[in-house]
């Protein structure tokens, strides 16, 4: 017997078209601060603000990415794409953190050629940008904060939040240059935040990859599960157990379940008060169940754990 369902599809549009339109707006102010951080950089031989310049127009593929990523999840599903349009966000943050941890290098490569070889700015132009940059970047982190549990809105706040530091850091090495002469305090900075941002990529790199490789999510336990599902009468035993994610925060779940004969009836509650559980205790709202009687061979699958059974009163 399979059960499926659906309503999985509507959580999606808990984004919303609000969270495609902020990604839209996002994306022009950041093409318009890379414009501004270019213009003043050259006119104020600030190597500073071009190499930031260069590293905000990194963010624009990857935000122009997680907007259409976005659109596509909104989607409903059709004969083709029968799970909807949900990993396009997942592909989008895996290629997102593929892009950020490249932008991270090049940005701490930059840095150490600033330490190595310091040069004099204008440091009054300097920090004007800076600010600029802080607002442009800090209001996108703010607009994109409350969609972060999405990976792919992750991505985006990860972007803007670790430039609205390093705006901090450009600020902050005018100061040292104007008062104290100590050129070198703006490239280290740069370094320090550029590893910062290499950390978080590769933590985003790496759970993007464990979706796309239906791995188990993380908040669960393959045998906690099934102890769940064996805990409620008359369930015999379950097995070949796969539990994977469609997208962000929609689970899915597929299994055997041995049980004994009964009505059709019975069964049907039975399936209903498993699939309860399932959505209640671990957000799985995605099954599909096969009951097999008790007396006939178990149809094992292409994996297939130690059976969880329940002790015998």
């Known amino acids: 017997m399979h059960v499926h369902g659906h309503d999985h599809f509507h959580h999606a549009h808990g984004l919303g078209r609000a969270v495609t339109g902020i990604l839209g707006a996002a994306v022009a102010a950041t093409v318009a601060l890379v414009i501004l951080e270019f213009v003043a950089g050259y006119a104020g031989n600030s190597m500073a603000l071009v190499s930031d310049g260069i590293h905000n127009l990194t963010d624009i593929p990857g935000m122009a990415i997680s907007w259409l990523a976005a659109r596509w999840a909104l989607r409903p599903p059709t ?29 701490i490569a930059e840095s150490v050629l600033h330490l190595r070889h310091p040069e004099p700015v204008k440091t009054a132009l300097m920090m004007w940008v800076a600010i600029a940059a802080l607002v442009t970047n800090g209001g996108i982190t703010f607009a994109v904060h409350q969609g972060r549990r999405d990976l792919n809105v992750r991505t985006v706040w990860i972007h803007n939040f670790g430039d609205a530091l390093f705006d901090v850091a450009i600020f902050g090495g005018a100061l040292a240059i104007r008062f104290t002469g100590a050129v ?35 908040n669960l336990r393959l045998e906690e599960v099934a102890s769940a ?13 796969h ?71």
């Open 79 to 107: 004969p083709e794409k029968t799970f909807g349009y949900h990993r396009a966000g997942i592909l989008a943050a895996f290629a997102n953190a593929m892009v950020l941890g490249l932008a991270a290098l090049a940005l």
């Open 184 to 218: 070198w305090v703006d490239a280290a900075l740069g370094i320090g935040i550029g590893v910062m941002v290499l950390w978080s990529s590769s933590g985003i790199l790496r759970e993007s990859g464990h979706i796309l490789l239906e791995g188990l999510p993380r």
């Open 229 to 241: 599902i064996l805990n409620i009468p008359p369930v015999r035993e379950v097995h070949d157990m």
């Open 243 to 313: 539990i994977w994610t469609l997208g962000t925060g929609l689970h899915a779940l597929s299994c055997h379940v041995r049980i004994p004969d009964m009505h059709m009836e019975e069964s049907e509650k039975l399936l209903m008060k498993i699939r309860a559980l399932l959505e209640r205790d671990f957000q799985i709202t995605h099954t599909t169940i096969q009951f097999e009687r008790a007396g006939l061979p178990a149809q094992s699958g292409p994996y297939m754990p130690a059976p969880a059974r329940r002790s015998a009163s």
